[in-house]
């Protein structure tokens, strides 16, 4: 069996290059993007209509087992995004109306998206600022995927577990 000879740290300098933070530290995400986290959670695009009701929205979110819904026109556009918040904030508001209010009574039109090419940690960085959790991808016009904070924080945990088994397969040789 081959040993790999581990060497000890001669300085704890940290200019030299192997044991610089900036040769050493991989940003949270590493290289990932928006299309590799697709391509591990799947593609698939919820939404409803601007006219539905919130009855049938919360239906869609139950049926599926998630936090948010597309609201896209009759031609595919997007032109809304309504979370299981914004229904909360709509029973808050009035109680006994919400269920029949229309979907773009309470969506949110201004959607923040991003690409495919983007960074685990910009992305992150979108949802924090925008205090919201759910991030729609789009390849120019289209919707290619929804990614939610969970399915980054998921995405995250396997490749830190995949880089400790690394890391211990590289010391136990
Ligand atoms: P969330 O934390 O995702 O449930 O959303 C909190 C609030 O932000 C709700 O009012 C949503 O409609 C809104 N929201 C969620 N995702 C986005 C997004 N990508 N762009 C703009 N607003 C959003």
């Known amino acids: ?19 610089s933070l900036e040769s050493n530290t991989t940003p949270p995400g590493g290289n990932a993007t928006a299309a590799t986290v697709l391509d591990a959670k799947g593609k698939q695009i919820y939404s409803v209509r601007p006219a539905d009701s919130i ?14 819904v597309l609201v896209r026109d009759q031609n595919g556009h997007v032109v809304g995004i309504l ?10 508001d009035l109680p006994g109306d919400t269920y029949t209010k229309r979907v773009d009574e309470l969506m949110t039109t201004d959607v923040v998206s991003c690409g495919p090419e983007e960074r685990l940690l910009d992305m992150l960085r979108k ?18 995927g929804m ?3 969970g399915d980054v924080v998921k995405y995250r945990l396997r490749e830190l577990e995949y880089e400790a088994l690394k890391l211990k397969q590289m010391i136990v040789g």
Not at 55 to 68: D, P, Q, R, T, Y
């Open 1 to 19: 069996m081959h040993r790999k000879t581990v060497h000890p740290i001669e300085h704890e300098n940290p200019h030299t290059h192997s044991q």
């Open 55 to 68: 009855h049938h929205a919360s239906e869609v979110l139950k049926e599926h087992n998630i936090g948010s």
């Open 83 to 92: 979370t299981e918040r914004d229904i909360v904030r709509g029973f808050a």
């Open 127 to 144: 949802m924090t600022d925008g205090r919201f959790r759910h991030l729609p991808v789009m390849d120019g016009e289209h919707v290619v």
């Open 147 to 149: 990614i939610s904070i």
